[in-house]
């Protein structure tokens, strides 16, 4: 899975750069997280809007560590603003999408903050694999691990607006006693999440959207394997939904499937089936993110 379309398009060969970059970034985190603490107010999501403003502060808290940093190895802190092109471009591009939907939801802002701190961390580690002063290598490194770290903290928030929103639908946590129960249930949920790419493929086709038609197809050939018993259940999209709309129904049915693994692996103690309950949560993750991207 590619985390960024392109490495960074300068070589980082100073501190100086680097501090730079680095404060470009926190100072945008620091902008998108009051924004999103904002929008799940808004929302009525008073746990996840805490989150992201525990974000904000502790981006704030970089911004002014960075800050002290470059005083103290340059001698003055670098205007940030010269180095914003130097940022990853799908970072902005996916904040300033999901500051445009109307159907936001804890779980999708959480879900596109992991994307985003995960970019961050391909983004350093790109420069630590480039760089060749040991400084700079030395400071990216860093400054990855803190994004990692980041990546960490929303994940296990993510884990928990999952959890209230199949509370509030009223679905039961899945459990899986075994092998054979996890593949039936593999089965099962395959058969429902590849129909629905099949039918959202179909009625992309029809619209003319060939490359979008033949990524879920792609992706519903790929998860076909799966299905152990009767073929993919029969499903249909609105012949009205625009484009996007169609992504986000497939979209939607590959974070759910994702998540339900993810459950599993993370209740289980057979070590059997948290590997295997692994395994096809990072299948069907790797699409869903890539599926994410689409999209937008």
Known sequence: ??????????????????????????????????????MMDGRGAVETAATFRALMEEERRHVEAVASVSAERIGHVPDSAPFVWRLPPEIAASWEELAGRSDLTPYRALSLAVLNEERAFAFYSYIVSAATDQA????ARALAM????????????????????????????????????????????????????RAAASALDRAGKTDDAGALAGIAD???????????????????LGEGRNLRSALAALERMAE??????????DEAVWLEAQR????????????????R
Request: charged fraction near 25%; include cysteine.
């Open 1 to 38: 899975m590619n985390l960024l379309c392109q490495e960074p398009v300068a070589p980082v060969t100073s501190p100086a750069d680097l501090l730079g970059i680095a404060l470009a970034l926190e100072r945008e985190a620091v902008l998108r997280y009051r924004e999103l603490a904002g």
């Open 136 to 139: 700079v290598r030395e400071q």
């Open 146 to 197: 803190e994004e990692l770290d980041h990546a960490a903290k929303l994940r296990r928030q993510r884990r928990k607006a999952w959890r209230a929103s199949r509370r509030e639908s009223g679905d039961a946590a899945v459990r899986v006693e075994d092998l054979a129960g996890l593949a039936s249930l593999a089965s099962a949920l395959a058969g429902e999440t590849v129909g629905i790419l």
């Open 222 to 240: 790929d998860l076909t394997p799966l299905i152990t018993g009767p073929g993919p259940a029969p499903a249909s999209v609105d012949p009205v």
């Open 260 to 269: 339900i693994f993810s459950d599993i692996a993370e209740g289980t103690r």
């Open 280 to 295: 096809i949560f990072g299948i069907v993750v790797g699409h869903a993110v890539r599926l994410a991207e689409r999209s």
